[in-house]
């Protein structure tokens, strides 16, 4: 886990783990808090529970994260209008703020509810589930995440960037060093990455 100021593009501190965690962000914003640095706003890929963790920090989830979480249910050429629609609507994202977003989100919902509504059912069994789980589950998360997809624009002088892209160029550098010394092992491949983030 790195995490880095969006400002200088500076490594503030990373963490090896097998997964993360919110207790591992937390123990990096206390530990980055420690060095007498003020947070001024985080922008992350999502996680539940964060929020909590971090009340009083603006927290902004990244936008581009939101859109690939919507592709991989919907994939990137929908068929049915329902799912094309929401799809464009996720794509679209940055030209809205908060209250408008909720507004065309709402109106998808309203426009699909009874396609949303729509169950199959097991002949033999008589067990029946929602057809288009997919597109119920695009929508929950859109829906869901929208508190936090547009903190951006609600803190405006702090200049919250809306997506992680500048990690996201951090992590395009490493795996084009990393790919180039490919005969490492694990050991000395975790040294690389560690000697690589303490250059930045």
């Known amino acids: 886990m790195v995490f880095i100021d969006n400002t200088t593009k500076t490594v503030l501190h990373y963490l090896v783990v097998s997964h993360e965690t919110n207790a591992a962000y937390k123990q990096g914003i206390e ?3 420690s060095l007498g640095i003020d947070i001024q706003s985080i922008t992350c890929d999502g996680r539940r529970g964060l929020n909590s963790l971090f ?3 603006p927290l902004q989830m990244c936008q581009f994260h939101q859109i690939q979480i919507v592709t991989r249910y919907l994939t ?4 049915n209008i329902a799912s094309i629609e929401l799809r464009q609507l996720s794509l679209n994202l940055i030209q809205y703020d908060k209250a408008e977003f909720i507004e065309r989100l709402d109106r998808w919902y309203f426009t699909h509810e009874t396609y949303l509504s729509e169950r199959s059912i097991n002949a ?8 288009h789980k997919r597109l119920r589950s695009a929508y929950r998360s859109l829906r869901t995440n929208s508190d936090w997809l547009f903190i951006y624009k609600e803190h405006e002088p702090l200049d919250i960037p809306n997506t992680t892209n500048s990690l996201e160029g951090l992590f395009s550098e490493l795996k084009r060093l990393l790919h180039s010394h490919h005969g490492l092992n694990e050991h000395r491949k975790l040294r690389f990455i560690k000697d690589f983030l303490l250059s930045r």
């Open 76 to 79: 990137r050429r929908p068929k």
């Open 55 to 57: 009340p009083n920090i």
């Open 31 to 33: 530990y980055i808090k």
């Open 124 to 131: 033999d069994t008589g067990k029946t589930w929602y057809t």
